[in-house]
C-alpha cells in the first residue's frame, strides 16, 4: 500500500519543548516538502527536500528544523524557537522536484 | 505578499448546481497551476491541473479555465453534489526556479458547501 504517511496525527506539547513530526513515503519519489496550514492562510512552505542529505528553506523555516538522511523520511523538528508554532503540519513528496505534489493526512501540532 | 489571491472564501451551493471558485496571480513565470481538494483533517489531495498552453482541461464534473492575458484561472463544478464539500485550494509554480524546485505557491482556499 503506497503512500504518505505521517505521525502523530495529533501531538501536544508544552511551551519550550521541541517536537519532532515524522514524514515517510514509499513511493520512491526524490522529493519532499513540509507545510504549516493555519485558518485563512492557505498552505505555506518550511523546508523543501530535492534529494537525499539536502534541503532548502521556505518562506517560513524559522524556528524549524529538518533532516534528509533518507530517501523515504523527512522528518520536522518545531524548535522552542517557533514562536507559534499550534498548526496543522503537510508533508508532500513528488517524484521529481517540478512533479506534481501528493500531500500526506498531516498532524495537528498543539502546544499548551 | 499573496502570490496567488483566490476567492470567494466561501461559497454555498444547491445541489446540482455550477460552483465556480477563481483565481488570480501576477508572476508570469508561472507555469504549472494545480487545483487541490480538502477535507477536514485530511491533507489536501490533487484534483486536476492545467499548464498554460491551453485555455481549458476538463475532467468529469471538473473544469479549469485558464486566461493567460488576465493572469486568471477558475474551477467550475459541474452538477455540485454534497460529497463535493471540502475546501478547494489553488495553486501556481514556476516550473523550475534557480534551485530547480516545483515550490508550490497557495491561494487562502475556499470552503465550499452543497445543500441537498
Known amino acids: 500500500d503506497g503512500g504518505i504517511t505521517q505521525s502523530p496525527k495529533y501531538l501536544f506539547r508544552k511551551e519550550g519543548q521541541n517536537v519532532t513530526l515524522s514524514c515517510e513515503q514509499n513511493?520512491?519519489?526524490?522529493?519532499m516538502y513540509w507545510y504549516r496550514q493555519d485558518p485563512g492562510q492557505g498552505l505555506r512552505l518550511i523546508y523543501y527536500?530535492?534529494?537525499?542529505?539536502?534541503?532548502q528553506k521556505g518562506d517560513i523555516a524559522e524556528g524549524y528544523s529538518v533532516s534528509r538522511e533518507k530517501k523515504e523520511s523527512f522528518p520536522l523538528t518545531v524548535t522552542s524557537a517557533q514562536k507559534n508554532p499550534t498548526a496543522f503540519y503537510l508533508c508532500?513528496?513528488?517524484?521529481?522536484?517540478?512533479?506534481?505534489?501528493?500531500f500526506g493526512p498531516g498532524t495537528r501540532l498543539t502546544v499548551l | 505578499q499573496q502570490q496567488v489571491k483566490q476567492s470567494p472564501q466561501s461559497l454555498i451551493v444547491q445541489k446540482g448546481g455550477i460552483s465556480i471558485i477563481n483565481c488570480a496571480y501576477e508572476?508570469?513565470?508561472?507555469?504549472?497551476f494545480p487545483w487541490y481538494q480538502q477535507f477536514p483533517g485530511k491533507g489536501p489531495a490533487l484534483l486536476i491541473a492545467?499548464?498554460?498552453?491551453?485555455s481549458e482541461k476538463k475532467e468529469g464534473r471538473f473544469t479549469i479555465s485558464f486566461n493567460k492575458s488576465a493572469k486568471q484561472f477558475s474551477l467550475h463544478i459541474m452538477d455540485s453534489q454534497p460529497g463535493d464539500s471540502a475546501t478547494y485550494f489553488c495553486?501556481?509554480?514556476?516550473?523550475?526556479?534557480?534551485?530547480?524546485?516545483?515550490?508550490?505557491?497557495f491561494g487562502t482556499g475556499t470552503r465550499l458547501t452543497v445543500i441537498p
Open positions: 508532500a513528496s513528488s517524484l521529481q522536484p517540478t512533479d506534481t505534489q501528493y
Open positions: 513511493l520512491n519519489h526524490d522529493a
Open positions: 527536500s530535492q534529494i537525499v542529505n539536502d534541503f
Open positions: 508572476n508570469t513565470a508561472f507555469d504549472y
Open positions: 492545467i499548464r498554460p498552453d491551453v
Open positions: 495553486a501556481a509554480s514556476k516550473n523550475r526556479d534557480q534551485t530547480g524546485a516545483n515550490n508550490l505557491f
